[in-house]
């Protein structure tokens, strides 16, 4: 049966980190996968002009990669979502929701340290409910390195209960994510080369497999043909 995902990023690489090798797989299997960037960068906010295009090309070459469907901008300021009204960012969602129909939705952690992946997972919400968009089957939670592994919170840590083989889509992964350049550095920081294989390891350790990508199932639907 096929599946339509629909990947919600705060922002540009959060898609790779999280889901890239899952996103690949899909595609590979001939399931449609959309992306949903939900911030950007801009001259008005006071980045630099060849910051703003070099970002652009980035999108292009990782959709260029990935072979999403469908790419949805939001445009929200990014590093500022707890300053934006939670109603704007919930109705942007939504209709991008309606507009793709997916039958799985996947979110940053909740638990993430960085305030805008918190303000995503929380305007997401309303877009998961069954009565609103009754074709939504999953939603999951991925985990970002250098956010998910950075939270402090003991109470609400990224538990994986759904792992993802991955294994033949590991270095086309990190060839979309060294196409972030600027978000890429030397081990041991957590947006390296290293550690996203590392990571890939240790999950696919954890379930059977060379690689695996890990997700919080956080609600399922079986829906009858």
């Known amino acids: 049966m096929s599946k339509r995902l629909l990947i919600i990023a705060p922002h540009p690489d ?17 399931h449609s996968v959309a992306w949903v960037i939900v911030t950007e960068i801009s001259e008005n906010a006071g980045w630099p002009a060849e910051k703003v295009a070099e970002r652009s090309k980035e999108i292009e070459a990782v959709d260029a990669i990935m072979d999403f469907d469908k790419v949805y901008n939001l445009g929200f300021p990014t590093m500022s979502l707890d300053q934006v009204s939670v109603g704007k960012i919930v109705t942007e969602l939504s209709q991008a929701v309606s507009s793709f129909e997916p039958t799985d939705i996947y979110l940053p952690h909740p638990a993430d340290a960085h305030s805008d992946h918190k303000a995503v997972f929380e305007a997401s919400i309303s877009s998961t409910k069954w009565f609103r968009h009754s074709y939504v089957e999953r939603v999951f939670a991925y985990e970002t390195l250098s956010e998910t592994d950075a939270g402090l919170s003991p109470n609400s840590r990224f538990h994986p209960n759904w792992f993802v083989d991955i294994s033949p889509f590991l270095e086309i992964k990190l060839q979309a994510m060294s196409v972030y350049c600027s978000e890429v550095g030397e081990f041991p920081f957590p947006r390296s080369f290293k550690a996203i294989e590392a990571l890939a390891s240790l999950r696919g350790a954890a379930s059977g497999f060379r690689a695996a990508e890990a997700f919080q199932l956080l609600r399922s639907r079986e829906i009858l043909d």
């Open 14 to 30: 959060d898609e790779v980190l999280g889901v890239g090798g899952t996103i690949l797989r899909a595609k590979a299997e001939g």
